[in-house]
């Protein structure tokens, strides 16, 4: 049997992405799969691009990565943009939107946010009815599973059986009609949503990494053992705060608090 670790929403964050690697490789781990927004909100991009190509099997491009890489993006738009330079740029734009494989008989799909584009949510504990995603919501499970146009797929491929993807932040498992749903939840920028109050202590447990390890037959079509496992991480959070600190990223002050709080 294989191992293979999902990961997703590094948002350039490397203190967390390195402790994640290190948690990765002492497992015996050696297929990492990426599913996007691997850029914005702290103060490495480069350094997080350039490990992700050398580690990751498989990147997926994100709804955070699609924006800043666009083509034709002026100078001084974006911060990360100048940080990571043309040529990581045009990588990044050129990333796939999803990737899907079998594994112990189960057509296994993934992809940043939804079948419908880098910025649906679909959020099985929330329903970010207020926020700016109000009109982008999935709210049928099964509409998770959906052969679109946005994917390039149509009625005549196979329904996966299996979905995993990021985007949310906070990470999720649950099955729904013979299906499973996964969310790996975010290596760089934890958020935990039910979090208001930023002098819990307990807030601690929502602030750490996570990812998700996958175990069972790669690339077999034969029904067999599956496993998931959900890996939650501690990081030095401190670290990446004062690399923020020190850093002339705009904004920082709120991804500051959200390292510190996992508030969103």
């Given amino acids: 049997m294989e191992k293979i ?5 590094i948002h350039g964050n490397l203190t967390a992405l390195q402790a994640v690697l290190a948690d990765i490789e002492s497992r015996g781990i050696t297929k990492i799969y990426c599913l996007g927004d691997i850029i914005v909100k702290c103060p490495e991009p480069s350094e ?29 738009k974006f911060w990360s943009r100048d940080k990571i330079g043309e040529e990581r740029a045009n990588y990044i734009y050129n990333l796939p939107i999803f990737t899907e494989f079998y594994i112990s008989g189960y057509l296994v799909r993934l992809f940043h946010a ?29 509409d998770m599973f959906l052969n679109t146009e946005f994917l390039g797929k149509t009625e005549n491929d196979p329904i996966p059986d299996v ?15 013979n299906k499973t ?28 990494s996570s990812y998700m390890i996958l175990e069972g037959n790669f690339n077999s079509h034969t029904l067999s053992s599956l496993s998931f496992t959900l890996v939650r991480l501690p990081y030095n959070v401190e670290e990446e705060i004062r690399r923020l600190q020190v850093c002339d990223m705009p904004n920082k002050d709120i991804i500051i608090k959200n390292l510190k709080t996992a508030i969103h």
Avoid at 5 to 9: K, L
Avoid at 163 to 177: A, D, S
């Fill in 5 to 9: 670790a999902i990961i997703s929403d």
């Fill in 48 to 76: 997080v691009v350039d490990i992700l190509k050398e580690k990751c099997e498989v990147i997926i491009k994100g709804n955070c990565d699609d924006v800043i890489s666009r083509p034709g993006v002026e100078p001084g």
């Fill in 114 to 142: 939804s079948p419908f584009s880098l910025e649906h949510i679909f959020n099985p504990m929330y329903s970010n009815v207020d926020t700016p995603y109000y009109n982008k919501l999935v709210t049928n499970p099964e």
């Fill in 163 to 177: 979905i995993g993807y990021g985007h949310l932040h906070t990470p999720n498992l649950f099955r729904f009609k």
């Fill in 181 to 208: 749903l996964f969310n790996c939840g975010s290596v760089g920028i934890p958020t935990e949503m039910a979090n208001t109050d930023e002098n819990d202590k307990t807030n601690k447990f929502s602030t750490l």
